[in-house]
């Protein structure tokens, strides 16, 4: 297992790299064409390049974000409990979530395999978008197992207050 979570680990700091960069570059597509509209000669696509973009920081920030437990989270009462209840409250809720986003990635997955089928591109780019729901399901599925093994650790954490 540890070798999996460590692999895991490396794989989650290369797309919280590959997401930064999309972002610094989401960011200079919009100054440039913020500029280039002011002298009237915009990038044409940057819209649908810009919401490409924002789709992989997304897919790509989410499963670090969760292991460095960046989300926003209202905790004045459970802070309350024993570690005990609060652990057994992480896994509970963690346990919905890694339901919920297993059958989100499940989906995503099928999403974008129906458009592979069909064709779709976007409408001014032509760029085909099953790529970007692919990127998009592969995203959610690395952010479904860091939370899988977020309750692992859990668990391991429990046992270690049920022993003491």
Partial sequence: MRVIFQALNKFSDFLKVIGAIALTIMMMLTVVDVIGRFFKSPIFGS??????????VVASALPYTYKVDGHVGVEILVRLLPDKAQTWIDIFTRTLTLVLFALITWQMFLY?????????VSMNLEFPIYYIVYLLAFGLLIFTVTILETIYQDIKKLRKLNIK
């Fill in 47 to 56: 819209v649908e390049l810009v919401g490409f973009l924002a789709t992989i």
């Fill in 112 to 120: 974008a395999e129906d458009i592979y089928k069909t064709g779709e």
